[in-house]
């Protein structure tokens, strides 16, 4: 092979929009090109069809998704946060999502972004009916986490 395939230990940050925003997503995106090529590894986007799941990022409209995969090189000196960030991807993410808020993004929940409770809230439309089937379902939060705790269901639970 030509390339080293996925092996599970990437660190990766996926953002999807709306299929029809983006040609200017991508061109807000390559605006930062310069502060993100030397942290990035590898960089993919595709089309994905609308559905109706609860907490999908796709709820709703066709999307297109625009995939990261993080080095994780180290420089000298250079630390790791506890996300397996280092303070550039970090610094990356947060202006990649500063150029993507007027496309109305949605991150992947399951890889990294820096998004804010109240603005996950916002980006997800199914947001509180996930919260209604958990307090039905899971009331005791025997399968919940912290991230889940922390992201999507609140203290106030």
């Given at each position: 092979?030509?390339?080293?395939?996925?092996?599970?230990?990437?660190?990766?940050?996926?953002?999807?929009?709306?299929?029809?925003?983006?040609?200017g997503?991508?061109?807000?995106?390559?605006?930062?090109?310069?502060?993100?090529?030397p942290?990035?590894?590898?960089t993919?986007?595709?089309?994905?069809?609308?559905?109706?799941?609860?907490?999908?990022?796709?709820?709703?409209?066709?999307?297109?998704?625009?995939?990261?995969?993080?080095?994780?090189?180290?420089?000298?000196?250079?630390?790791?946060?506890?996300?397996?960030?280092?303070?550039?991807?970090?610094?990356?993410?947060?202006?990649?999502?500063?150029?993507?808020?007027?496309?109305?993004?949605?991150?992947?929940?399951?890889?990294?972004?820096?998004?804010?409770?109240?603005?996950?809230?916002?980006?997800?439309?199914?947001?509180?009916?996930?919260?209604?089937?958990?307090?039905?379902?899971?009331?005791?939060?025997?399968?919940?986490?912290?991230?889940?705790?922390?992201?999507?269901?609140?203290a106030?639970?």
């Open positions: 092979m030509s390339f080293t395939p996925s092996a599970g230990e990437e660190l990766q940050s996926e953002y999807f929009v709306a299929l029809s925003d983006a040609p997503a991508l061109r807000a995106i390559n605006e930062l090109h310069e502060q993100i090529s942290l990035v590894l590898v993919e986007v595709r089309s994905v069809a609308a559905d109706d799941f609860v907490m999908s990022p796709c709820r709703g409209r066709e999307s297109a998704a625009i995939h990261f995969t993080w080095r994780q090189h180290l420089e000298p000196g250079e630390a790791m946060l506890p996300s397996g960030l280092t303070p550039e991807v970090k610094a990356v993410l947060r202006r990649i999502e500063e150029v993507l808020e007027p496309f109305d993004p949605r991150p992947h929940p399951g890889k990294l972004f820096t998004m804010e409770r109240a603005r996950l809230e916002q980006a997800y439309p199914g947001h509180s009916q996930f919260r209604e089937a958990v307090g039905r379902y899971d009331p005791q939060g025997k399968f919940s986490n912290g991230f889940l705790e922390e992201y999507f269901l609140g106030d639970r």
